[in-house]
């Protein structure tokens, strides 16, 4: 089992920038992490992922605005937010997908508010 929870949702303007955090009850080295986001009437959607290897991906909306990161150490992983849009509205959850020996290992957590007004 890994828990993960999700912190820094939050308010902000448009235009601003957040950093979420994804810290994991165990290592994360074996696994393919991953931002998602579910909006007010709409479907989860992919933000970022980064792959146990470093490897990054973005969902076409926020390319060039969002980062993804992971500290293995921390076993945090990490989405910094800029230019914030009031469409990126919405719950953002962390996922782990479990890798090699651990292939099959799906885990959620229970997501963090971020709402982009003015």
């Known amino acids: 089992q890994v828990q993960l929870v999700e912190s820094g949702g939050g308010l902000v303007q448009p235009g601003g920038s957040l950093t979420l955090s994804c810290t994991a009850s165990r290592s994360i080295f074996s696994f393919n992490m991953g931002w998602y986001r579910r909006a007010p009437g709409k479907e989860r959607e992919l933000v970022a992922t980064i792959t146990s290897g470093g490897t990054t991906n973005y969902a076409d909306p926020v390319k060039g605005r969002f980062t993804i990161s992971k500290d293995n150490a921390k076993i945090t992983v990490y989405l910094q937010m800029n230019s914030l849009k009031p469409e990126d509205t919405a719950v953002y959850y962390c996922?782990?997908?479990?890798?090699?020996?651990?292939?099959?290992?799906?885990?959620w957590g229970k997501g963090t508010l971020v709402t982009v007004s003015s």
């Open positions: 996922n782990a997908d479990g890798v090699g020996a651990y292939y099959g290992m799906y885990f």
